[in-house]
């Protein structure tokens, strides 16, 4: 069964001040591994779709990469417009469901 | 014309009831799937519709169960309700031969079930 795991579960940072996050997944054949990011209250927006290891997608202060076994957000130099509940999910190659991880909570303080 | 709607926004219901979610999905999507997320968790696939067909299901009961018309909008239906039924329910949108831009989700129906 697919699994995916997600640390740290909330992360405060001041504005600045770069950070990672990691999503640690176990998936019998990867279609897909997804970043998103959640406002409260309200449904995940997509940020990023990455397929093979080795791979890097980059937008805005925001850039993600992929080995075979894990996924990094890295963020660089935040704004407090960063905050949010970012979210990891995989899609294997057979089968239609997203396996989300429990997202990583991140506060950026001005 | 873009996005995902999702109707109603809130709704409480009474244990034992039955509730009804709607979903329009976004303009060229052909496949439409349904989450629920509790409170601090992650969404929890519930089931996915290719061609008004269903076309996958996680863990829920029976009691769980949903409807995608031509247009490909798409009906969550949940009957017997439970207390442990409180949660946002998301809808997605894709195209099933493509996931460069992932699945496309609705703000969702915050249910809560008293």
């Known amino acids: 069964e697919d699994q995916v795991t997600q640390s740290p579960e909330a992360l405060r940072l001041q504005e600045g001040e770069s950070s990672s996050l990691n999503c640690s997944y176990t998936v019998s054949g990867l279609r897909g591994l997804f970043w998103y990011r959640q406002d409260p209250g309200k449904g995940p927006e997509f940020l990023f779709t990455l397929y093979s290891a080795g791979e890097e997608k980059e937008k805005e202060r925001l850039k993600a990469t992929l080995t075979k076994k894990e996924s990094f957000l890295h963020i660089t130099a935040p704004k407090p417009e960063d905050s949010a509940t970012y979210l990891c999910a995989v899609k294997e190659t057979s089968g239609s469901r997203l396996t989300f991880g429990e997202g990583t909570q991140l506060t950026v303080n001005p | 014309e873009t996005g995902v709607t999702q109707s109603p926004t809130h709704l409480i219901k009474t244990r034992g009831q039955q509730v009804t979610l709607r979903c329009s999905s976004q303009?060229?999507?052909?496949?439409v799937s349904w989450y629920q997320q509790a409170l601090g968790q992650g969404p929890q696939f519930i089931f996915q519709?290719?061609?008004?067909?269903?076309?996958g299901r996680g863990n829920f009961p029976p009691r769980f169960s949903g409807l995608q018309f031509p247009n490909y909008s798409s009906e969550l239906n949940v009957n017997a309700l439970e207390l442990d039924d409180s949660a946002l329910y998301l809808c997605?949108?894709?195209?099933?031969?493509?996931?460069?831009?992932?699945?496309?989700f609705g703000s969702g129906t915050r249910l809560t079930v008293v």
């Open positions: 519709y290719y061609r008004e067909e269903e076309n």
């Open positions: 303009s060229g999507h052909n496949t």
């Open positions: 997605a949108s894709s195209l099933v031969s493509s996931l460069v831009y992932g699945y496309t």
